[in-house]
């Protein structure tokens, strides 16, 4: 066993505090990793204020880990202590389903573990997230950072970056496509960036027109404001695909509108039952979609990171002491960030 330190909340409504555990010792096929930079993601105060239900305490949020190898299993070939590395979402799963033969760790078929809030499938502990230290994870869920991208505004690429990058990917965006991005935070404004490298025509929705300019700055190609019915009027019929990143309930209808028949809505932001409901003539009508995709598997993260490095795509960040993550959790919830924090773990360490 390990010492580590970190930041956890010991309740649903405690601040984030200082928290002293254990990591585990090293087994034959993990990596020992030094964290430098965590970001920041909306989940981490979900699971810390127990909005999904489910929470175990104490909390360690984050599973945007940048940082370098101190350690390596007997059995670990594919790292070197010194290696720059990443580690996203998973720190898990049963590797021998469908789903993970397939490299799609994220539907394993027997549950992922999850970077923080999981369960170990050894030992039965529950996982300890980013906003610590050190990490112990399995070398299968441990990922290479390219040279070319800059290591703390990389962290959010192994969430919000692949949340974007995986249904693009998967659902065939490419050069010619309109692609509309709905919403432009986190998750929204990596969207843009993606679909313009895959050679999209980009359209951002947003319901302010004071977003307008920093659309076009994220490289959007068109601003349309969703409140404005003269403008959602004229996109009708118009988009190939949709990429849905708004986290709180919305009304579907108008958007789907905006497909061409054969269109795909994809959802990446919302897991609440969609309401108001759709009506089924919007789809019926057109032969239009609405999908769902969640992150991505370790190969696909892995090809995201490659892929920002080729293109030259990072996360907007606003670097951030640990010490200052309650404040940052306010800040977050007022939509007061552009676009992810990410945690300079130096600050914990000469804390």
């Not at 050894?122 to 112990?136: L, N, P, R």
């Not at 932001?269 to 769902?292: C, F, Q, S, T, Y």
Request: net charge negative; hydrophobic share 40%; charged share 20%.
């Amino acid at each position: 066993m390990a010492q580590a330190k970190g930041f956890a909340a010991q309740s649903a409504t405690s601040p984030l505090a200082p928290f002293n555990f254990e990591r585990r010792a090293l087994r034959a096929d993990d990596v020992a990793i030094e964290i430098d930079y965590c970001g920041v993601c909306h989940s981490d105060i979900h699971t810390a204020e127990n909005d999904w239900g489910g929470s175990v305490y104490p909390v360690v949020p984050g599973h945007e880990i940048i940082g370098h190898v101190t350690a390596v299993g007997s059995d670990v070939s594919r790292f070197k202590v010194g290696d720059i590395v990443g580690v996203g979402c998973l720190v898990d799963s049963c590797k021998h389903c469908s789903a993970c033969d397939d490299g799609l760790e994220q539907y394993c078929l027997n549950g992922f573990v999850g970077t923080y809030n999981g369960q170990d499938k050894i030992d039965g502990t529950i996982t300890y997230g980013g906003y610590s230290d050190s990490i112990v994870v399995h070398e299968r869920f441990v990922l290479s950072i390219p040279e070319a991208l800059d290591p703390a505004s990389a962290a959010p690429i192994l969430c919000a970056g692949i949340t974007t990058y995986s249904p693009l990917k998967h659902f065939g965006v490419k050069a010619g496509d309109k692609v509309g991005v709905l919403g432009m935070g986190g998750l929204g404004h990596m969207g843009v960036k993606f679909a313009k490298a895959m050679g999209a025509e980009v359209t951002i929705f947003t319901r302010s027109e004071s977003k307008v300019a920093e659309a076009k700055k994220q490289g959007a190609d068109h601003v349309v404001i969703s409140t404005d019915p003269e403008q959602m009027a004229a996109v009708a019929g118009t988009f190939n695909y949709l990429l849905d990143t708004i986290p709180v309930q919305h009304d579907l209808n108008p958007y789907l509108n905006c497909l061409k028949y054969d269109g795909v809505h994809i959802l990446v932001g919302l897991i609440e039952p969609m309401d108001p409901p759709v009506h089924a003539a919007n789809l019926v009508l057109k032969r239009r979609v609405i999908a769902g995709s969640l992150i991505g598997g370790l190969p696909e993260t892995q090809e995201v990171l490659d892929f920002c490095a080729e293109h030259g795509i990072t996360c907007d960040v606003e670097m951030l002491a640990m010490q200052d993550i309650n404040q940052a959790y306010e800040r977050m919830k007022k939509g007061d960030v552009k676009y992810r924090f990410v945690i300079d773990m130096a600050s914990l360490k000469n804390a």
